[in-house]
Every structure is written in structure tokens, then in C-alpha cells.
């Protein structure tokens, strides 16, 4: 008896002892992210789920930190108390001051000594999206670009063959035969076109499309008060106050399937659920590139993963294991098909998974083809506080005001080269 004892007490102290050293074995990571609610967040945390179970001796934490401002906000706190995650999920513009400041590991050494992934796998315009001196920092991830939406059905009932217009004339030509009063109160009923209150994205397209940049090349001013630029503006801000055939400040999905608009610009990431909607309400909708003038310009958006310059050698090898698995080709073709975000690896696009979603709606094929003519938005630090001028104090100006568009865009521009001196000036770079 006392011998089985004995068994039983050394059986049991084997067993802590191998539990134990299983514990210290882990290593425990976590992510930040600031995926949208719904498909986005529910697949991406699924495939945290699924790595935990594939690597037993890595534990990994998933919090929403909320929207990319919150999300931003969390990540800079949590840094400054010594208390970063080892992952973060930033959108695309906001992530660039970190990089200037060493906050991020550059992931090029891990790139190189992992064989399932390659920086000529990616699209370029969205490398340049994580990538500053040619040192690579983050993984493009949930990426976007806006699309032409178009109503079939109101063009039509217009008299015009349902598909997009390539150039800026076409545009307005077009909205003009679509927008009709219809109650004969003086009041357009259907519009040709919209323009929501996120609209800061198409600013970046528009002056882009007449030859305008954001900044100059190396990002130390911002340029977006040029000739080319006031003259994009004016024209945009024509088409709302003279043409009157623009609704501000937009429609929703529901008024757009029930024919309040004809041409909508909209993210490729509301996409599948456009796409599900007007299939319930009997609509027949489509896409297609945004039009051109002087040139094709596209801005990308979306967020992108980086890795935080925090925690142990462990941590920083489990944490690119954990980036290298979402990134997969196929992991990135599952987010993609399932979310509506665009995948950013060739050999994503090509996956079954991918082809099979491109034989049932060829129209998320039209985002892909106008990589050709993507660009990253603006790379330069504090961003999102000449941005929110852009979004609030441009568009009422342009769209509710009707003011003087190369005014505000100087005033702007001030306002935003003062904050790059600061910066500059403060960091010492």
C-alpha cells in the first residue's frame, strides 16, 4: 500500500513538474487591432484562434482596442507606460510617425529567414503603405480602395448604358442626365452622384486626378494648395452648386438601392454587403474605377500590422510566427473573401478561395484592376489633424458654404506645414 503511495505522489509531482515547464516553455504575445465590427473582426479573431491551437507553446491575447482613433490612442498610452502590445493594427496614415520614432521593429530580417512569404508577393502601392528609407515595418493587411457604385437600374431609366464613366467630363455629363426633379418642387428627387462626410480619401483622389500631390516628394510640406489642386475643388464644388447634381451629404444603402442616386464612391470594403443588400431589395447594381482627368489616381486606405519594439527575443520571434500565419496566402484569402477587404499578396488573388469569389461577383475584380493606378495617401506624421480639416472644415466650406476653395486650402496648408516644423523640430529629425 505504502509503495502505491509512493507511485501515486511521484506520478503527481512528475506531472507538475511537466506542467511547469510547459508554462515557463509559453510565450504569451498580445495584439491590439481595430478591425471593423462584424466579418473583420469576427475572421481575424478566429484566426487567433486557430494559431493558438496550432502552436501550443504560444499564447496569444486579441483585444479591439475600437475605431482606428481609439485604437491609436491605446497603443500610443500603452507605449509610454512601458506597456505596448507586441502587435498593433494602425490605419495606414497614422502609422508613420511611429516609424520615424523606432516604435516598430523593422521586419525585413524576419522576411528573409521565412520561406513562405516575400515582399515581391505584395502589391508595391501597398508596401509603400508600411515602408519608410526602404526599411519595411508592418504588413499591409485590411486594405481598401473606393469604387464608383452604380444604380443600373436609374441608368436606365435615364436612357444610359449601366456602366462607369472613365473621365471627369463623363462623370458630369452623366450625373447631369441622371439628376431629376421629379415632384417638380425644384428639388432634384434622383441625384446623379452623393457625397458623404468621409469624404477625405476622395480628396486625395480628385487632386490626384488633376495632377496634384498631397506633400512633397519626401514628405517635409504639404502641397495640396497648387493650382491643380484649387482647380480639382472648384470643379468638385461646380458639380454640387451649379450643376446640382450631387446630394450632400450622401445616401444611405437603402436610398441608393431604392434609386435616390445613380453614382455613389464608396470603399471596396462595403462591397459584399452592397452587393447582399441590393440583391434583397431587387436592385441591380455594379462598380467600376474611379474616372480620370489629367491622369488615373487611386488612394489605398485601410490598416495595416505592425510589430511594437517591446518584449523579449521569445516575444518578438512567437510575434512574427503569429503575422507571418494571418498573412498567409491563404489566411489573407480567407480575410479577403469573407470581410470584403482587399488581399495584398498576388498569390493571395490567385487561391481557389479568391478565383471562386471572382467567378461568382467579377465586380471585386475591379478593385484589384485599378491597383495599377493606387498610390498611398499622405506618409507624414500627425496626419490625422490636418486630415480632420480636410473632412470638417473643407467640405463645409465647398459643400454646405460654397465658399473659396483656394482660401481654405491655404489656410489649410498653413496650418498643416506649421505641425510638420514642430514635429520635425521636436524629434530632432
Known sequence: MKRHTAWIVLFVLMALCTASMY??????????????????????????????????????????GGGYGATLEKAQVAWASGLAPNIVHIEQMQSFALMLRGHFVPLDPFI???????????????????????????????????????NRDVFREAGLDPVAPTTWDEFHEVAQRITRDTSGDGVPDVWGTDQTKAWDWLFDAWIGQNGARMTNADGTRYTFNSPEAVE???????????????????????????????????????????????????????VGMLPCHVECFVPIGGGNLFMFNTGTDAEKEAAWKFLSYVASSENLARFSSGSGYMSGRLSSVVTDIMQGQFADNPEFWVTYDQLQYAQARPQVPDWPLVNDKIANDLAYLMFTENGNVRDKLNEIVAYGNSILDDWFAREGL
Open 112 to 150: 528573409e529567414s521565412d520561406p513562405t512569404i516575400s515582399l515581391e508577393d505584395f502589391y508595391p502601392p501597398m508596401l509603400e503603405t508600411v515602408s519608410h528609407a526602404g526599411v519595411t515595418y508592418g504588413i499591409p493587411y485590411n486594405t481598401s480602395t473606393p469604387l464608383v457604385y452604380l
Open 232 to 286: 480639382a475643388m472648384e470643379f468638385y464644388q461646380s458639380m454640387m452648386h451649379e450643376s446640382r447634381v450631387i446630394h450632400y451629404p450622401g445616401v444611405s444603402v437603402a436610398r441608393f438601392n431604392g434609386g435616390a442616386a445613380g453614382m455613389i464612391m464608396r470603399s471596396t470594403a462595403n462591397l459584399a454587403n452592397r452587393l447582399e443588400t441590393a440583391k434583397e431589395a431587387g436592385t441591380d447594381i455594379t
Open 23 to 64: 508554462a515557463a516553455a509559453q510565450t504569451r504575445i498580445t495584439v491590439l487591432h481595430a478591425m471593423p465590427a462584424g466579418p473583420p473582426t469576427e475572421i481575424f479573431e478566429q484566426l487567433a484562434r486557430e494559431f493558438d491551437e496550432a502552436h501550443p507553446d504560444i499564447t496569444v491575447e486579441v483585444t479591439w
